[in-house]
T-cell receptor
């Protein structure tokens, strides 16, 4: 069975500082990995995805994530935080790509300090 | 990416009643899914909506409580039956082209049961 662990239910960074949100997964097959962002009272927006190929994945809004198989990790980073980045971030895994439902982590609430 | 519209966006219902949530995609998609997000929690997959056949439910979710229809490749409904306060959640629809395609989400339906 697949699972996702997100370390830190809340992460606080200063505006302009590095953002690092941690995600570790468990999967019995090569996984498909995703990061989604949820703004208040909205649905989920896809930030980026890893399927196959290049392990460093670039997404929208300056975010990127690196797939590290040896560490079973898919951490999300952004070099410089902006106030508009304040939101809930979810890491998700699927063993069947778009044909399977997603298993989500518990989410990380990102707080940006001015 | 597909644009997904859900109706209603929110509702307040009496216990014991049922509500049907509609999900419309602006293009034909292979896969559609329904998720529940309980207050302050992550997303949990309810079922995969299969076109022309019965939905595939995850453990803990049953057809009598959450009947799902998918009459074509762009539309699905989820009914929450015999509602109780414990059903107060956000219900989200997602769609994917299958394969390596990621899931895209609607804005969700915010349901409160009195």
């Amino acid at each position: 069975a697949q699972s996702v662990t997100q370390l830190g239910s809340h992460v606080s960074v200063s505006e302009g500082a590095l953002v690092l949100l941690r995600c570790n997964y468990s999967s019995s097959v090569p996984p498909y990995l995703f990061w989604y962002v949820q703004y208040p009272n909205q649905g989920l927006q896809l930030l980026l995805k890893y399927t196959t190929g290049a392990t460093l994945v670039k997404g929208i809004n300056g975010f990127e994530a690196e797939f590290k198989k040896s560490e079973t990790s898919f951490h999300l980073t952004k070099p410089s935080a902006h106030m508009s980045d304040a939101a809930e971030y979810f890491c998700a895994v699927s063993e069947g790509g778009g044909a399977d439902g997603l298993t989500f982590g518990k989410g990380t609430h990102l707080i940006i300090q001015p | 990416s597909a644009v997904i519209s859900q109706k209603p966006s929110r509702d307040i219902c009496q216990r014991g009643t049922s509500l049907t949530i509609q999900c419309q995609v602006d293009s034909q998609v292979t896969m559609m899914f329904w998720y529940r997000q309980q207050p302050g929690q992550s997303l949990t997959l309810i079922a995969t909506a299969n076109q022309g056949s019965e939905a595939t439910y995850e453990s803990g979710f049953v057809i009598d409580k959450f009947p799902i229809s998918r009459p074509n490749l762009t539309f699905s409904t989820l009914t929450v039956s015999n509602m109780s306060p414990e059903d107060s959640s956000i219900y989200l629809c997602s769609a994917s082209g299958g394969g390596n395609q990621p899931q895209h989400f609607g804005d969700g339906t915010r349901l409160s049961i009195l």
